[in-house]
């Protein structure tokens, strides 16, 4: 073999490009010295220039195979749909506050709650990461997603286990959370140090992931909310929300959770047989939308949203406009989608002023139940396809809707199925 073939199969093997004139140099030295001892004995053993080069290169050669090898026994532990170059970071262009945790940051970049796992995305669902969840916290069940960006995400199950990663989920840190404060429902976290968490004595902050909590204010507390039902969000580290059950209730902080206050919604939201806690808010700087169920049947049939708009960070609210459906699904203060019981779906471009149905194209038999836009284009949703049976606790069994990620690239008229992990 020539010898700067080996040459460059030994720099391959290291991933590490030489200098410039590195192998005329080398290939100078071998040739034209000899190797002695300090007392001026020569190792040369009649040796010719060509056997000396010889050896050389075989020298090269043996290394340029133990580099390899040690190459492809670590990319046997590497996940193999993890690129060599991670992806550049993205800020997530979905508004974090639209769902209860937000499982969705772009239009490539999307989260699936699995059974005890987390499947991350970052392009669009052609592959995807898997985050075990450890077994078996009972009194905790539940798994939040906050995504930060596209590379920073926190995963928090229960209030037990923290995970935190800095390069969209190749590499996680784990931390084990102190919370003891007597409930246990997921803390909401801003971003993978500062969280916010309310318990039987008031309102807990952290700034170390999870690892140490202070007291800020005796208000909220499990005393007055259920953590379960009625959530904590912050916008930053300044302004934030909890939203209580209740018809037209919203706390409003501007202090880090040091005081609150009931935001003011005018005229007061219709009466309605779900309870009527507010969807949303969903803010976009200081201006946001949120909204409260109007009449209808039990299954939803019939039902309208109000949808009370803000200028002043939340502590306002007023000029309801009617959403035909059940659930809104805002991407900025002008356009919204909203999604009615049967899975119909509507947009509007001018906040509320106007609406347009959209006639989505499904395969046979599914229906969508909940959208994320993720732009003007592309959208992420999840429809019912048939159903599963599953066993009860107690014995017997029953059928459940089976519910499937689907997504949308021409603003929701067309929906494809998003294949996860191992299907």
């Not at 290169?57 to 990319?75: H, K, N, Y």
Request: aromatic letters at 10%; hydrophobic letters at 40%; a negative charge.
């Amino acid at each position: 073999m020539d010898d700067q073939i080996l040459f460059d199969e030994f720099h391959a093997a290291y991933d590490y490009e030489p200098r410039a004139g590195s192998f005329e140099r080398m290939r100078a030295t071998l040739a034209n010295s000899e190797v002695r001892t300090p007392h001026g004995i020569s190792f040369g053993f009649g040796l010719s220039d060509r056997s000396r080069r010889l050896i050389a290169a075989l020298t090269i050669a043996l290394l340029a195979i133990a580099a390899a090898g040690t190459f492809l026994a670590i990319q046997q532990y590497t996940h193999r749909t993890v690129p060599v170059v991670p992806p550049p970071t993205v800020g997530c262009t979905v508004n974090q506050l639209l769902a209860y945790d937000s499982l969705v940051c772009s239009a490539d970049d999307a989260a699936v709650l699995g059974a005890g796992e987390v499947l991350l995305t970052h392009d669009a669902g052609r592959t995807w990461l898997s985050v075990k969840m450890p077994c078996c916290f009972s009194d905790s069940p539940q798994i939040a997603v906050r995504w930060i960006d596209s590379e920073n995400i926190v995963v928090v199950y229960g209030i037990h286990l923290i995970e935190v990663t800095s390069d969209g989920g190749i590499h996680w840190q784990v931390i084990r959370s102190t919370w003891d404060g007597g409930t246990n429902y997921p803390p909401f976290f801003l971003n993978a140090d500062e969280g916010w968490q309310y318990g039987s004595s008031g309102l807990f902050h952290t700034i170390d992931g999870g690892a140490h909590w202070t007291t800020v204010s005796s208000f909220p507390s499990a005393k007055e909310f259920d953590p379960w039902a009625e959530p904590l969000f912050l916008m930053d580290s300044e302004d934030g929300f909890i939203r209580p059950s209740g018809s037209g209730q919203l706390y409003v902080t501007r202090d880090d959770g040091l005081t609150w206050s009931r935001a003011v919604v005018s005229p007061g939201p219709p009466d309605s047989q779900f309870g009527n806690v507010p969807q949303g808010p969903f803010m976009f700087g200081r201006a946001g939308a949120m909204a409260f169920f109007n009449a209808g049947d039990s299954l939803g049939n019939g039902t309208t949203l109000s949808v009370y708009e803000t200028a002043d960070g939340g502590l306002t609210w007023s000029g309801p406009r009617s959403a035909p459906g059940l659930w809104l699904a805002p991407l900025d203060v002008k356009v919204w989608w909203v999604l009615d019981g049967q899975g119909h779906l509507s947009r509007t471009s001018d906040g509320g002023q106007s609406w347009q149905r959209i006639q989505t194209n499904l395969a046979n038999g599914m229906a969508l139940t909940s959208v994320t836009p993720a732009g003007d284009a592309v959208l992420w949703g999840v429809a019912t396809n048939g159903y599963v049976a599953k066993t009860l606790p107690g014995g017997g069994v029953k059928n459940y809707p089976n519910l499937v990620t689907v997504r949308s690239t021409d603003g929701g008229a067309h929906w494809s199925l998003v294949k996860l992990h191992g299907q």
